[in-house]
C-alpha cells in the first residue's frame, strides 16, 4: 500500500514518444520512412494580405500541392477576429498593410492563449533587420520574402504545418497518458481503501457485529478535523488512518474483549459522569485484564509496522495514541497536552463518542443527550479543549453520521 507504488498503464498506452509526422499529399497514414504522414488536405491555411492578388497567388501555390481549406482576408482591422473564429493551422501573414499592421496581429494573436500556439509565417518585403528581430521576439515562426518564390513557400510552409502537427500528436499524447494515469491512480486508491476497510473490519467483527464502528470513527475523525479548518488532504487521509484504530484488537483474548461483567450502580453513576470512556470499560476488569487490554494499542501499532504510506504512518500514530488523555492520565505512554499527536487527540474525541452512543457486550448505548455531557464534561482531562470545540461545532453532522452508519439490531 505505498504510496510511492507507480501505476502500471494500459497495454494501449504507449509511453514512447510518438514519431515525428511528415505530410503527404495523399490520404496515407504513413510516409515511406514510417512516419506518420498527415494528408495535407487536414490543415486549414489563413491568408491576411491587403493586396487581393497576392491572396489569389499564394492559395493557387498552395492548391497545386493539395491544400484545400484556405480562410483569407484582405480586412486587416478583422484578421484578429476570424483568426479566433475560424482557429486556423497557420496563418500567412502580410507585414505591411494599412490601419493594422503584422506585428499588430501578431502581437494579439500571441496574447490570446486560445491561438497562442498558431505558427504564423510573416510575408514582407521588409529588409529591415530590427523590424525582423521585433517579429521574432513576438512569436513569429518564420519568414517569406515577397515576392513569395513557390519552390520557398511549399517546403516553409509544409515544415511548419508538419512541426504543428507534431506538437498537436504530443497534446493528445499527453492527455491520453494523463488519462490513464488518472484511471490507475484511482484504481489504486480504490484498492486501498478497500483493503484498509477490510483489515479495519477484521479487527471490529471481533467485538462488534457488524463493523460499523470502524467508518462512524473515521467520519467522525473527518467531520473535527474539517471543523479544525485542517488542509483537505490531511482530512481524508486521516478518515482513513482512524479506521484503523483499534487494529491492535487483533492481538487481545476473547476472554478480555468480549467480558460482558455488570457493574454496580455506583460503577454506572461514575462512568455517566466520567470523561474517560476507556476508563470505564476498564473498571470492570481485573487488574491482570486491564493490563492485557491497555496493550492493545502498542499492539495495533506494531501490526502497523509494515510497508510505508501516509495512511499507515498515520493510523499507527493513532494506534498508539488514541487513549491518551489531554491530562496524561491515559494511556499506554501517559502523554500530556499538545505531546499527544494532534491525530491521536482528534481519533480519541471521535472514538469515546461512538463508544458512548453505541452498543456493547459491557453496556446499552447511552442516550444522546448524555453522550454530550459526558464528552462536555471531559474538556480540558480527557480532551484537547480546541478538538472538542470542532467536535461540537458539527454536532449535527456527527448524529447524521450516527444515523447513517447506525449498527443493525
Known amino acids: 500500500m505505498s504510496e510511492s507504488a507507480t501505476a502500471t498503464l494500459p497495454a494501449e498506452v504507449n509511453t514512447a514518444c510518438p514519431p515525428f509526422p511528415s505530410l503527404s499529399s495523399s490520404d496515407e497514414s504513413r510516409g515511406g ?24 497567388i499564394l492559395r493557387r501555390l498552395l492548391e497545386l500541392e493539395g491544400y484545400q481549406s484556405f480562410v483569407t482576408t484582405a480586412d486587416a482591422t478583422t484578421a484578429v477576429a476570424t483568426i479566433r473564429r475560424e482557429n486556423p493551422d497557420i496563418v500567412l501573414l502580410d507585414l505591411m498593410m494599412p490601419y493594422v499592421s503584422g506585428l499588430d496581429i501578431l502581437t494579439e494573436v500571441r496574447a490570446y492563449e486560445p491561438t497562442s500556439h498558431i505558427p504564423v509565417v510573416i510575408l514582407t518585403a521588409v529588409t529591415d533587420p530590427e523590424t525582423r528581430v521585433r517579429a521574432v521576439e513576438l512569436g513569429a515562426t518564420d519568414f517569406l520574402n515577397k515576392p513569395v ?12 504545418l508538419a512541426a504543428k502537427a507534431y506538437q498537436d500528436q504530443l497534446k493528445n499524447y499527453s492527455r491520453d497518458l494523463e488519462a490513464a494515469v488518472r484511471q490507475r491512480t484511482a484504481e489504486l486508491e480504490s484498492s486501498r481503501r478497500d483493503l484498509v476497510h477490510c483489515l479495519a473490519r ?73 470523561a474517560g470512556f476507556g476508563k470505564r470499560i476498564l473498571t470492570s476488569c481485573s487488574v ?97 479543549p480546541a478538538v472538542l470545540d470542532a467536535f461540537f461545532r458539527v454536532r449535527d453532522r456527527i448524529v447524521g453520521v450516527q444515523l447513517q452508519f447506525a449498527d443493525e439490531d
Request: hydrophobic letters at 40%.
Open 288 to 384: 491482570e485484564d486491564e493490563r492485557i487490554l491497555r496493550k492493545h494499542a502498542e499492539v495495533g501499532a506494531h501490526i502497523l509496522e509494515v510497508g510505508s504510506s501516509n495512511i499507515l504512518d498515520m493510523a499507527r500514530t493513532i494506534a498508539l495514541t488514541h487513549h491518551e488523555r489531554w491530562d496524561g492520565t491515559g494511556y499506554p505512554l501517559g502523554l500530556k497536552g499538545e505531546d499527544i499527536p494532534l491525530v491521536g487527540r482528534i481519533t480519541a474525541a471521535a472514538d469515546v463518542f461512538d463508544a458512548l452512543s453505541s452498543r456493547r457486550p459491557y453496556k446499552k448505548a447511552f442516550p444522546l443527550d448524555q453522550c454530550f455531557q459526558v464528552m462536555h464534561e471531559g474538556r480540558g482531562t480527557h480532551f484537547d
Open 202 to 274: 477484521a479487527a471490529e467483527y471481533r467485538d462488534d457485529d457488524t463493523g460499523q464502528h470502524v467508518l462512524r470513527v473515521g467520519r467522525y475523525a473527518r467531520l473535527i478535523a474539517e471543523s479544525m479548518g485542517l488542509e483537505q488532504s490531511f482530512v481524508e487521509t486521516l478518515e482513513q488512518a482512524a479506521l484503523l484504530h483499534d487494529i491492535g484488537k487483533i492481538g487481545i483474548p476473547d476472554s478480555v474483549l468480549l467480558k460482558p461483567g455488570r457493574l454496580t450502580e455506583e460503577e454506572f453513576a461514575m462512568m455517566q459522569k466520567h
Open 33 to 56: 520512412d514510417g512516419r506518420p504522414a498527415f494528408p495535407v488536405q487536414q490543415f486549414k491555411v489563413m491568408i491576411v494580405d491587403d493586396e487581393s492578388m497576392n491572396i489569389k
Open 149 to 160: 518564390d513557390a519552390s520557398e513557400l511549399v517546403p516553409r510552409v509544409r515544415n511548419v
